[in-house]
């Protein structure tokens, strides 16, 4: 059926390190993606998203490309700060459906 | 703005009681989403809404889950009775209806059955 892949964590990096977390996807047709962010005791919250294919979506230094070709939806940032700890959670819609997440990926950064 | 509202935050109740779950969403919104988040399962949706209307229920895990959205401005999820394996965060989010509309989501109920 239709899902959402991710790499397993945790990703522990250092300060300033480059971050790349991978997210595949299969769906029918072309569904918008997404990237949401957790952190500790919160709900989640949208990081970026990308409607159609070739879209870039990027916010707080943090960027993905829709992929159709390879299905992929991978987040990357140059330079990750401690506070960018979280679990992130690579998504997908498409008209009719609700948002169908990957299992999550934990982010630790040490300074 | 205000956002997802959910109650109770936090509730701890013992095997067999009845807890309902509460939800008010984003003005506006004509879709609201149920979902559960445990670390065996992660993030899995019960059921959403559009327009007040169920529109998908398969992930509702058995008959003693319930859930209705008896106008735009309020939701429930009620379990009865309930058991120690529904332990976990329950968030509700809502949208206007669209694929590529953001979803936003409250900052969860955390149940814990003893």
């Known amino acids: 059926g239709d899902s959402v892949t991710q790499m397993e964590g945790p990703v522990t990096l250092s300060e300033e390190a480059f971050l790349t977390i991978n997210c595949t996807y299969t769906a029918t047709g072309y569904p918008s993606l997404f990237w949401y962010v957790q952190y500790p005791g919160e709900g989640l919250q949208l990081l970026l998203k990308a409607t159609k294919a070739d879209d870039k979506g990027s916010n707080k230094g943090f960027e993905a490309t829709y992929r159709k070709e390879t299905t992929s939806f991978h987040l990357e940032k140059g330079s990750v700060q401690v506070s960018d700890s979280a679990v992130y959670f690579c998504a997908r819609n498409q008209a009719g459906t609700a948002l169908i997440f990957g299992k999550g990926t934990t982010l630790s950064v040490s300074s | 703005d205000a956002g997802v509202i959910q109650s109770p935050r936090h509730e701890v109740t013992e095997m067999g009681q009845e807890v309902t779950l509460r939800c008010k969403p984003i003005s506006g919104h004509n879709s609201l989403f149920w979902y559960r988040q445990t670390m065996m399962r992660g993030l899995e949706l019960l059921i959403y809404f559009n327009n007040n209307v169920p529109i998908d229920d398969s992930g509702m895990p058995e008959d003693r889950f319930s859930a209705k959205m008896p106008n735009a401005s309020f939701s429930t999820l009620k379990i009865q009775p309930s058991e120690p394996r529904d332990s976990a965060v329950y968030f509700c989010?809502?949208?206007?209806?669209?694929?590529?509309?953001?979803?936003?989501f409250g900052e969860g109920s955390w149940l814990t059955v003893v």
């Open positions: 989010a809502s949208s206007v209806a669209g694929a590529g509309n953001t979803i936003y």
